[in-house]
T-cell receptor
Framework: DSGVTQTPKHLITATGQRVTLRCSPRSGDLSVYWYQQSLDQGLQFLIQYYNGEERAKGNILERFSAQQFPDLHSELNLSSLELGDSALYFC????????????FGNGTRLTVT | AQKVTQAQTEISVVEKEDVTLDCVYETRDTTYYLFWYKQPPSGELVFLIRRNSFDEQNEISGRYSWNFQKSTSSFNFTITASQVVDSAVYFCALSALRDDKIIFGKGTRLHILP
């Protein structure tokens, strides 16, 4: 058990809808990362927060947004969903901003129909 | 820009054979960190090792060993006497000091055949 909790585990929704994925980092970790893993694809970096502040952005679509709250949990909001957004979304946390290993949650499997 | 290349998309070996997974990275930073992660069929991502750019010593952990060579920008992973339980997708990743991102390669899917 990595100590990172992601909810929900599975999400099935229709095109055009909006969903929120939630992540609770390991106790003591200040950094939260979001990654997208599509079928047969690697891990695409979306965004990173450190202690509530956005630190880095990857190839995150404008329809996607995220935030980290004062209690350090994070939410990833996906709106105007398209079929191509179907993927496994991972949250990971680490102690520091850089250099520390990431500890991953079990992911949220999003299916857009 | 940072980049991680895992040229081997898929590898199959027979149990007990040794196998090496290649990882080549690009970064302009002199201070950076390299990682390997394992994703077994169950889907979770498991941290295996971290190396910083100033430590080129090879590391061995049981049947696993890692060869870091700055001269060739490579951080290769070898499994000795492979076992079926080693079947997984393995990801190499890079984090540079001046960039908060951790960039992953596309992964190598390893099949260990009984």
């Amino acid at each position: 058990d990595s100590g990172v909790t992601q909810t929900p585990k599975h999400l099935i929704t229709a095109t055009g809808q909006r969903v929120t994925l939630r992540c609770s980092p390991r106790s003591g970790d200040l950094s939260v990362y979001w990654y997208q893993q599509s079928l047969d694809q690697g891990l695409q970096f979306l965004i990173q927060y450190y202690n509530g502040e956005e630190r880095a952005k990857g190839n995150i679509l404008e329809r996607f947004s995220a935030q980290q709250f004062p209690d350090l949990h994070s939410e990833l909001n996906l709106s105007s969903l398209e079929l191509g957004d179907s993927a496994l979304y991972f949250c990971a946390s680490s102690v520091d901003r850089i250099g520390s290993p990431l500890h991953f949650g079990n992911g949220t499997r999003l299916t857009v129909t | 820009a940072q980049k991680v290349t895992q040229a081997q998309t898929e590898i199959s070996v027979v149990e007990k054979e040794d196998v090496t997974l290649d990882c080549v990275y690009e970064t302009r930073d002199t201070t950076y960190y390299l990682f390997w992660y394992k994703q077994p069929p169950s889907g979770e991502l498991v941290f295996l090792i971290r190396r910083n750019s100033f430590d080129e010593q090879n590391e061995i952990s049981g049947r696993y060993s890692w060869n870091f060579q700055k001269s060739t920008s490579s951080f290769n992973f070898t499994i000795t006497a492979s076992q079926v339980v080693d079947s997984a997708v393995y990801f190499c990743a890079l984090s540079a000091l001046r960039d908060d991102k951790i960039i992953f390669g596309k992964g190598t899917r390893l099949h260990i055949l009984p």
